[in-house]
């Protein structure tokens, strides 16, 4: 029997000692960095000493950035010290639970580099059909190569932080008007948070040493802003105001059993895209808007995997850094309530999704609030949990009054 007294904390819940997710909160003691157990969160900094001189110091800091840095080897050793001290029968000297209804996370690291990948077929037809319905919805060097762009590291914000409605210009007849956007809409994706030494041309077979966990990840796109500014250079503003990262972060290790093989493509790939052992991820996400659950795509239904991303994205001479972000694209799966987009759930704003409470949605209104959650098989049957990221809208400002 474990020290720690939370019914959550159980292998068959998301968050039990299987799991062990990152953070970092604002404590009476300061900003520390702590790990979720069940619906508690407990500060390291007190454990510091218990966890030996290797690894103690890298969770004696105020955020993840020595831990990120500190490479694979540490954060194994990190994780077996935790396992043992939430295992064993009495409290580690020093241990105190916080629930978390009581502690605020904060954003847990720096955001280095921040990049955007658009790795499901079935989201990047769906978007293709309602946008550009006269081209091929996929275009030739989809299957060849991991589609992505460069993002704004500087807007991610931490789950539970409001999301104020962007503005911007937007096509009209009669010529382009700038206010605030009509069409707001969430990607539901999968963060990947880089650690360990800076390196570039990163092998597929190498991705362990250089992503350290996963995180939920909601991608906000302002689609009116988006579909007038894209071309030729692909998303700028219409995604830039603000992407939201879940406050703790599942270290990658946690993920072993959900490993599987990803849809693979009818044609060879170069040889860096190809995995030794699989790296697509069983991982079952559940989107909900003002608590309806509305979608629950499937993450193993994507067609490139964290592993061959990073390999892409460090393929030209490109380094990644400790702190660095990707996202595998927003995750869609081959049904309709599987969509991981309010553009592809309501088919560009023509067929809108009715709510628990009888109200009817298309785009996102004022005052909505989405929740991301996800979870993926672990261990000896038991559930390993992405938690929660969550925001909610809120009117720009009275002066951004729309301009002709
Ligand atoms: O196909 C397009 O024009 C645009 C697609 C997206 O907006 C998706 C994007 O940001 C990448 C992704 O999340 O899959
Ligand atoms: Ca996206
Ligand atoms: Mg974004």
Redesign the pocket.
Known sequence: MSWIDDPEFRADRPFGPQTLPYGVIDTEGGRQVAVRVGDHALPLRPLADALGERVGPLVAADSLDPLLAAGRVAWQELRVRLGEAVRSASAPRGASLLPLAEVRPVLPFTVADYV?????RH??EN??RI??PDAEPLLPNWTHLPVG?HGRAGTVVVSGTDVVRPSGQRRSTGGPVFGPTERLDI?A?VGFVCGGPVASRVPTSAVTEHVFGVALVN?W?ARDI?AWE?QPLG?FLG?SFATSIAAWITPLEALTVARVTPPLPDHPLLEYLLESGPWGLDLSLEVRWNGTLVATPPFATMSWTCAQQLAHLTSNGATVRPGDLF?S??VSGPERRQRGSFLELSWGGREPVTLDDGTRRTFLEDGDTVMITATAPGDGGSLVGLAEVTGTVLAGPADQREQR
């Open positions: 955007d990948f658009y790795a499901s989201h990047a978007v293709a946008l550009r762009y990607e994706e991608d796109s988006q894209y998303p995604k996202a694209g927003t």
